[in-house]
């Protein structure tokens, strides 16, 4: 059974840092991405990575400020989240796939329960 869980979730001030982790228990993944949904709006994707190392991809909102990483021996995905803003306010979720289209944000069929994030001005 597919089972991602995401940690890392919190509260902190503008400009703060905080780092989001999702543990792959299945393993069988190829793409991994992080999804936020904020209230009222529409659930987008942050950000996505290959589990093979060879590919990751940033929105362009969070580009410069995010970064995603997964280590292979924890089977571990990771957002490093700097400079946070009020409207990175959301639930980030954890998702997974089998495909290789890891910035096709629709193909994306596995997902965790979410952690809340919260930026406070």
């Known amino acids: 059974q597919v089972k991602l869980v995401e940690s890392g979730g919190g509260s902190v001030q503008a400009g703060g840092s905080l780092t989001l982790s999702c543990v792959d228990s299945?393993?069988?993944?190829?793409?991994m991405a992080w999804f936020r949904q904020a209230p009222g709006k529409v659930r987008e994707g942050v950000a996505s990575i290959r589990t093979d190392g060879l590919g990751k991809w940033h929105a362009a909102s969070v580009a410069a400020r995010f970064t995603i990483s997964y280590d292979n021996a924890k089977k571990t995905m990771y957002l490093r989240m700097n400079g946070l803003k009020p409207e990175d306010t959301a639930m980030y979720y954890c998702?997974?796939?089998?495909?290789?289209?890891?910035?096709?944000?629709?193909?994306?069929?596995?997902w965790g329960p979410g952690t809340q994030v919260t930026v406070s001005s």
């Open positions: 299945a393993n069988t993944h190829n793409c």
């Open positions: 998702a997974a796939m089998a495909r290789y289209a890891c910035a096709n944000w629709v193909f994306y069929n596995s």
